[in-house]
């Protein structure tokens, strides 16, 4: 049993995107492609010789082989102990806590998030350094440059491992320990929220459904949620892991969390509805009858989060991803804490988190957390709404209307143009940087543009700076359109076209949020020429 050296030779397209290297199964099954890239995540980091990895991913197809393979690249690189799901699995934001808890020295974490799965379907696998959170574009950057020149990498000669039971085993001097993925969570989950108050609520008759896709939140929303809330057997739809995610597209939206949304519009709907994604740290939070946005979510987080025990020291500021609607703004504004603006990302809200400069984040894609890890977390958000609705003992509903009520709607919607030609994409993009010079001033449909620039940000913390994350035209009133190429796709490219209008007039917020952004949607097409560069005539997908 000893070490091997194994020589291989690079591959040019291991460049992590938004989160991590994602491809298809099949490009990651190709010989020594994992190999490679695990080899060139460890040789970017430095002194980890005897320290502790996290490791777990979403359950996926591929998941148990990439783990295996994992663990002895671990061993031959010096780690002393990694730290592993049962089964391999782990959900993203409980590799983020099991990292800090741990004092782990970083996670490795095996996801397409929201991708479907499967032999066809996408894998993935992303690095999170010591304070649980995505590592940094500098280590992003290095990872990449690194899989360019690889050569060889050092894996330890095939050890049996039982990923099915608790308890210790060794791969060469490391010590594998096979954990819970539930238990550490959901201790977490009860320090923060006021499980009495939330209990109470269920036993009074309110009624909950939670929507796991087959994917990696299932045996973490029944313990929580049924055995530990009591909520009733049958609260956790699709709760069994699959490989392919039930042939499903684990992504919680109106499109594709299509079962939950029929039932919460159904007449004898529930109260309360949410659903999770593939490795568990999107959220999406449903009334009967009424859907809450991502970016209406963080403000009612933001507006209500100090009935919270976890939140009731009170909350220091918020940080946004750029897209995500300004309502948290107002919120922010008006209580007299910090906002921030970040580029699409997660990895982006770590600094701020770290330097206690925020307490909550959010993204419009469905993603929401706090400084409890440095991941978004789906059953997190369910949980925090959960114990505001139990405090404040109204419906999903009232409690976002009395928030238009005080700060005005924003209305808001994400278009999304999938598996377009990567070239025409591109040219729409190009062709609107070209034109910002001419487009302010400009008014179409009555409105006035203010400003049309790329968004570029620099870390407040750590004073790195980041470009090109999206072409924004700003409108006198408030308005927005941002228009950005996804960093998550696998196939073509996918424009997003992220759409936004203020109204704080409290008779003019229930309109649909199509019908309210009808004009700026026909604008977006004027000004980006969307059906002639795409060939679409309609987006593939709306949130
Ligand atoms: C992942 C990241 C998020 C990001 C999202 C959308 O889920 O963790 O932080 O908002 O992808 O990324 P995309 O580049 O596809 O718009
Ligand atoms: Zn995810």
Redesign the pocket.
């Known amino acids: 049993m000893s070490i091997q050296t194994k020589i291989t030779t690079p591959f040019d397209d291991q460049k992590p995107?938004?989160?991590g290297l994602r491809k298809k199964v099949k490009v990651f099954q190709q010989p020594n492609y994992l190999e490679n890239f695990v080899q060139s995540i460890f040789d970017t980091l430095e002194e980890f010789q005897g320290k502790t990895l996290v490791l777990g991913g979403d359950g996926r197809y591929h998941n148990r082989e990439a783990i295996h393979t994992i663990l002895h690249m671990a061993a031959a690189n010096g780690f002393g102990k990694v730290l592993v799901g049962r089964g391999g699995v782990l959900s993203t934001p409980a590799v983020s806590h099991l990292i800090r808890k741990y004092d782990a020295f970083g996670g490795i974490v095996l996801s397409a998030?929201h991708n479907p799965a499967g032999p066809d379907g996408d894998f993935g696998i992303k690095y999170n350094v010591s304070n649980g959170g995505p590592a940094p574009e500098s280590i992003t950057n290095a990872i990449f440059t690194h899989s360019k020149a690889i050569t060889q990498y050092r894996i330890w000669s095939d050890t049996e491992v039982d990923l099915d039971y608790l308890g210790d085993s060794e791969i060469g001097n490391m010590v594998v320990r096979v954990i819970d993925p539930v238990y550490d969570y959901a201790q977490l989950m009860e320090e923060l929220f006021d499980f009495e108050a939330i209990r109470a609520l269920l036993k009074g008759g309110f009624r909950i459904l939670f929507d796991a896709m087959h994917a990696v939140t299932g045996p973490y929303a029944r313990e929580i949620l049924e055995n530990r809330l009591g909520a009733p057997a049958g609260t956790v739809l699709n709760g069994v892991v699959k490989d392919d995610f039930g042939g499903g597209h684990p992504d919680p939206n109106l499109t594709y969390a299509a079962d939950l949304v029929a039932r919460m519009w159904a007449d004898d709907a529930p109260d309360f509805g949410a659903a999770s994604d593939g490795d568990g740290?999107?959220n999406m939070i449903l009334g009967r009858k009424f859907f809450v946005t991502p970016s209406d979510s963080l403000a009612v987080l933001a507006e209500n989060g100090t009935c919270a025990p976890g939140y009731a020291r009170g909350i220091v500021g918020v940080a946004r991803?750029m897209p995500t609607s300004q309502s948290v703004d107002r919120v922010a504004e008006k209580k007299n804490f910090a906002c921030f603006e970040t580029p699409?990302?997660?990895k982006f809200f770590g600094s701020l988190l770290d330097a206690g400069k925020a307490t909550l984040c959010g993204?419009e894609?469905f993603?929401t957390g706090s400084d409890h890890v440095r991941e978004?977390d789906g059953l997190w958000a369910v949980l925090f709404w959960l114990n505001i609705l139990a405090h404040r003992k109204t419906s999903v509903e009232a409690v976002v209307k009395d928030l238009w009520a005080i700060y005005g709607r924003t209305y808001y919607a994400r278009h999304d143009y999938e598996d377009v030609d990567s070239a025409a994409a591109s040219t729409l993009m190009s062709e609107l940087r070209a034109n910002f010079a001419t487009l302010t001033g400009q008014v179409h449909e009555g409105l006035t543009i203010k400003l049309a620039d790329e968004f570029g940000y620099t870390d407040p913390v750590n004073g790195e700076s980041t470009i090109k994350q999206g072409v924004r035209i700003l409108f006198v009133d408030g308005s927005r359109i941002v228009f950005?190429l996804?960093?998550?796709?696998t196939s073509g490219a996918?424009l997003?076209i992220y759409l936004e209008r203020f109204e704080p007039n409290p008779s003019l917020q229930h309109k649909d949020a199509q019908e309210a952004l009808a004009d700026l949607i026909r604008i977006a097409d004027t000004l980006a020429g969307i059906k002639q560069h795409t060939g679409r005539q309609a987006p593939t997908v709306i949130t």
Do not use: A, L
Not at 486 to 489: A, D, Q
């Open positions: 995107g938004t989160s998030s740290d999107r991803s699409t990302g997660w993204e894609s993603g978004k950005r996804s960093g998550t796709g996918t997003r």
